[in-house]
Nanobody
């Protein structure tokens, strides 16, 4: 079992920045790839970014490329998500998830955090 806890969300103005953290406990963290997903009100959960076990590969949704950066520190069992140039359409609950392989498919992930709200005001 892996437990994931997101933190760092909040209210930010458009154009601002937020850094989310996803802290893991339980099994060895570097056994898992990690993804970030988000869900806005009335919308389906969507893939945002993912990172492989040892940070060799990273993937981003087109909507966030160049603005968001995913990284991880396996020694601290934590994944970070730096979000810059935020737009009102980035408003959502952001979830981190852990699984055997990095994927844009939510079904590939076995463990999920509880989510953290990010609200971007215009």
């Amino acid at each position: 079992q892996v437990q994931l806890v997101e933190s760092g969300g909040g209210l930010v103005q458009a154009g601002g920045s937020v850094r989310l953290s996803c802290a893991a406990s339980g099994r060895t963290f570097d056994n898992y790839a990690v993804g970030w997903f988000r869900q806005a009100p009335g919308k389906e959960r969507e893939f945002v970014a993912s990172i492989s076990r040892y940070s060799v590969a990273k993937w981003y949704a087109d909507s966030v490329k160049g603005r968001f950066t995913i990284s991880r520190d396996n020694a601290k069992s934590t994944v970070y998500f730096e979000m810059n140039s935020l737009k009102p359409e980035d408003t959502a609950v952001y979830y981190c998830a852990a699984g055997a392989v990095a994927s844009s498919d939510a079904k590939a992930y076995d463990y999920w955090g509880q989510g953290t709200q990010v609200t971007v005001s215009s």
